[in-house]
T-cell receptor
Framework: GAVVSQHPSWVICKSGTSVKIECRSLDFQATTMFWYRQFPKQSLMLMATSNEGSKATYEQGVEKDKFLINHASLTLSTLTVTSAHPEDSSFYIC?????????????FGPGTRLLVL | DAKTTQPTSMDCAEGRAANLPCNHS???????VYWYRQIHSQGPQYIIHGLKNNETNEMASLIITEDRKSSTLILPHATLRDTAVYYC????????????FGTGTRLQVTL
């Protein structure tokens, strides 16, 4: 099956700093990538959708200036949490959807756990 | 996208079949039924999807009723590693569509 990776898997940062999370599709070209957030004991919440070369579309209530998304190539998307605060601590998960046989199915990365102190 | 209803939790003995139901009574004709699972502290894993016909792959079988208002995911021989939260999601076709996760069913496989 299609493989999506994320880096880093764990990150701890101080309040006020920015953190960048990478999401890569390893064996297919991802025309669309999605970013989700999951708080403890809750389900995944979609944050934004990005298409390669276009600006991301954010879900209602998600601050686009705080969560910067770049999808510059067909295999890489990044999420930058700017000026992170403790309430941003969460499990961030990306997923990717491609073309051809992978067009309709979203494949998920392993997630990045962010802890803001 | 149509909403889905799943039981909050289920238990299954190891080696037995696990049958996970999902109700999607408002599904429309161009919406697929997708199943994912999330093992603790990992990203969701794709299991299977279908439109009208029953589907089977190396992981599971998906049985969709004739009226498409409900479906059942079947894990034929559950193992302890199948303990996870299972999500049934109805999604439109097309590149603009997205997956919306509900609360899923927590499946506990026991010895």
């Amino acid at each position: 099956g299609a493989v999506v990776s994320q880096h880093p898997s764990w990150v701890i940062c101080k309040s006020g700093t920015s953190v960048k999370i990478e999401c890569r599709s390893l064996d297919f070209q991802a025309t669309t990538m999605f970013w989700y957030r999951q708080f403890p004991k809750q389900s995944l919440m979609l944050m934004a959708t990005s298409n390669e070369g276009s600006k991301a579309t954010y879900e209602q209530g998600v601050e686009k200036d705080k969560f910067l998304i770049n999808h510059a190539s067909l295999t890489l998307s990044t999420l930058t949490v700017t000026s992170a605060h403790p309430e941003d601590s969460s499990f961030y998960i990306c997923s990717a959807k491609g073309s051809g046989s992978n067009q309709e199915t979203q494949y998920f990365g392993p997630g990045t756990r962010l802890l803001v102190l | 996208d149509a909403k889905t209803t799943q039981p909050t939790s289920m238990d299954c003995a190891e080696g037995r079949a696990a049958n996970l139901p999902c109700n999607h009574s408002t599904i429309s004709g161009n919406e697929y039924v997708y199943w994912y699972r999330q093992i603790h502290s990992q990203g969701p894993q794709y299991i299977i999807h279908g439109l009208k016909n029953n589907e089977t792959n190396e992981m599971a079988s998906l049985i969709i009723t004739e009226d498409r208002k409900s479906s059942t995911l079947i894990l034929p021989h559950a193992t302890l590693r199948d303990t996870a939260v299972y999500y049934c999601i109805v999604r439109l076709t097309g590149t603009a569509s997205k997956l919306t996760f509900g609360t899923g069913t927590r499946l506990q496989v026991t010895l």
